[in-house]
Structures are given as structure tokens and as C-alpha cells.
């Protein structure tokens, strides 16, 4: 579908013309609608990766790691659940650092204090 085929049909619908995709397709007009749509919706999806920011996936990441830590806890699962803690604290520390948000960092510096003298009393 050309540049002028998407103008013609954004305008279309821009100006009510047509206001569902049925009526659209029973005028007669001849524009490969679906060919648009596809080609909008991979755009869309392109722009949406595109704002993922690297601190989210970070973030995201610590999240489901301290989510299994705690879970590993549940099961007993000694000492493996300290590490599995101890890369969460790390990745959320990494997440303050990125945020510049001093509390964030100070929390999982005195977590990782914390769970390091316990590992270490243990």
C-alpha cells in the first residue's frame, strides 16, 4: 500500500465518511484496508519497544528474581534462596542508582548488609 493510499484512507475516516470498516468496504472503495491496519499495528508495537527503557527491564528482572527468592525461602531451599536474594538486591540497587533515588539504595545496601551477616552466622 503507497504513502498516498494511507492518506486517502486516514482522511476517509477522519472525516466520518465512514464510520466502520463494513460500511467502508460495501461503498466500494478500493484500498487494501488490511494491508493499512497490519502495517499501523507494527508501528505501534515498533513505537511501544521503543519506549521500554533499560531501567524498566531492570527493574522488571529484580522484581521476579526477589519473587523467586522469596519463594525459595517457602520451600526451604537453603542457602540457594541467599543468592538467588543477593542478585535481587543487587539489581534493585542497580535501579536506585539509575533513578538517582538515594532510598532505594540505602534500603538494599542495609539488605544486603543484613542477609550477608546472617549468611555468614549461619
Do not use: C
Not at 527468592?69 to 542478585?87: A, D, K, S, W
Not at 543487587?90 to 533513578?99: C, K, S
Not at 540505602?106 to 552466622?121: D, K
Amino acid at each position: 500500500m503507497s504513502g498516498n493510499d494511507r492518506i486517502m484512507l486516514s482522511h476517509l475516516f477522519l472525516n466520518n465518511k465512514y464510520t466502520d470498516l463494513q460500511t467502508f468496504i460495501q461503498s466500494g472503495e478500493t484500498i487494501a484496508f488490511h494491508s493499512l491496519a497490519l502495517s499501523l499495528r507494527l508501528k505501534d508495537t515498533y513505537k511501544m519497544l521503543t519506549k521500554i527503557k533499560s531501567v524498566d527491564v531492570v527493574k522488571w528482572l529484580a522484581t521476579v528474581i526477589q519473587l523467586i527468592g522469596y519463594g525459595m525461602t517457602g520451600l526451604n531451599l537453603i542457602p540457594y534462596n541467599i543468592y538467588i536474594f543477593f542478585v535481587g538486591i543487587f539489581l534493585w540497587f542497580a535501579v536506585g542508582f539509575m533513578w538517582k533515588d538515594k532510598a532505594i539504595m540505602v534500603v538494599h545496601v542495609g539488605a544486603f548488609i543484613s542477609l550477608l551477616i546472617g549468611y555468614l552466622n549461619a
